[in-house]
């Protein structure tokens, strides 16, 4: 059975790339990242869906990003309410998805596994710079240059399924598919309980999304 | 004084990437890693160099290469010795400089810095498909994609100052600038004493490059 690495974070965008990985006939390699986030609650929801999805291993690896800081994500920064701010907002973990997509790019080779699913969005996104079209295709160049499998002519593929997707369609199509949302995660602020604030960019995005999806949201909300 | 992040490895051609970033007039904001190696030696080396350069700061961010394996630097594999082997050497770490530049790319944003050191050579190297021209070019690429300085329009700069030097003229390059290379290290097997084993690939490019240069090679040897 062909395998794919996919870098499963515990949100409802990883979550849905994985079923549509396993939709394709993948068997999941999942790779998650304890990065300094402010919660471990995320890597729960991604050890939740690496069994959901009866991954063939998963595997998360610490990184030093909190060493660095730089980002509201993994610095003592408060993560903002409520925002309409304008350009990249303060919770952009500088160059995440780079350092995230080079270790998926390491363990698919070691694998021998030509394929890595990231659920980047580039439609009901926050702004970040590398969740753009452009950027994957940038990652795409690199990998075929960086890489033994590359040389060889044996490409890693980097799948983008949810790059032009609203939030809505990423729902639908997970719901298709079967995803347990319930399952996920978003929130970059829950409470003690792991109930979600309901106020902070990514609650706003998930609740837009599941209302214009049509769904009912089994996120459970502080309000 | 504009600061530079520089990839340190404590081998000889970060050092002297250093020395060339130092004349040029950066700062250095030195870059390590622990990543499995077989030799804790090798960041010992770094961090002398670290201090020889005055390093405004030194940073070692342990990484995970160990738990991915597939290489003899990081699993349980010998490293060979006298190596006419054809194609990408067993030596190689998947996605290896990918993860290096991905870091280096992350604190040269947190800090503001615009310009990133790395020492890869790609004429007296060992067939590693991420030290080529045409890698640097794709990551170079990537970084005006990634980051924030990037889409801000104030890029960051990936400087390669050896790909186009030999070995020896890397020497004598580092040799004019000052370079003690007696506080690098270069072997894959170093004995108990840290002195090489004057047999690994790594080794016989740098007798060769002292030899070739005309310089006389302070590194201990086995034999």
């Known amino acids: 059975m062909k395998q794919a690495v996919v870098l499963l974070s515990g949100g409802l965008d990883s979550a849905t790339a994985a079923a549509i990985a396993q939709g394709e006939g993948y068997a999941i390699c999942a790779l998650s990242f304890a990065y300094g986030q ?3 609650l995320e890597l729960a929801a991604a050890e939740r869906l690496a069994k959901f999805f009866k991954a063939v291993e998963h595997k998360v690896i610490t990184i030093d990003l909190r060493a660095f800081g730089g980002s509201a994500l993994t610095a003592e920064i408060a993560v903002p309410e409520g925002g309409d701010a304008q350009g990249i907002p ?8 780079t350092i995230f997509l080079a270790y998926a790019l390491a363990w698919a080779e070691v694998r021998g596994s030509r394929d890595i699913f990231i659920g980047v969005n580039a439609v009901d996104y926050s702004g970040y ?12 160049k690199l990998a075929d240059l960086a890489t ?9 593929t980097i799948h983008t399924p949810l790059i032009s997707l609203s939030k809505a369609e990423i729902i639908k199509t997970g ?23 309901g106020a ?3 609650c706003r995005l998930r609740r837009k999304g599941f209302r214009d999806a049509g769904v009912e949201d089994p996120t459970r909300y502080q309000h």
């Not at 033994?148 to 890693?156: D, F, L, M, Q, T």
């Not at 298709?176 to 309980?193: H, I, W």
């Open 129 to 140: 710079p590398d969740c753009r079209p452009e950027y994957i295709a940038a990652f795409q």
């Open 175 to 197: 719901i298709a598919l079967g995803v347990d949302y319930s399952l996920t995660r978003s929130c970059y602020n829950p409470d003690e309980e792991d109930r979600a604030c």
């Open 148 to 156: 033994r499998a590359g040389v060889e002519g044996r490409g890693i």
């Open 90 to 97: 303060i919770t952009y973990v500088p160059a995440r998805n």
């Open 200 to 202: 902070c960019d990514s």
């Open 38 to 40: 402010r919660h471990a």
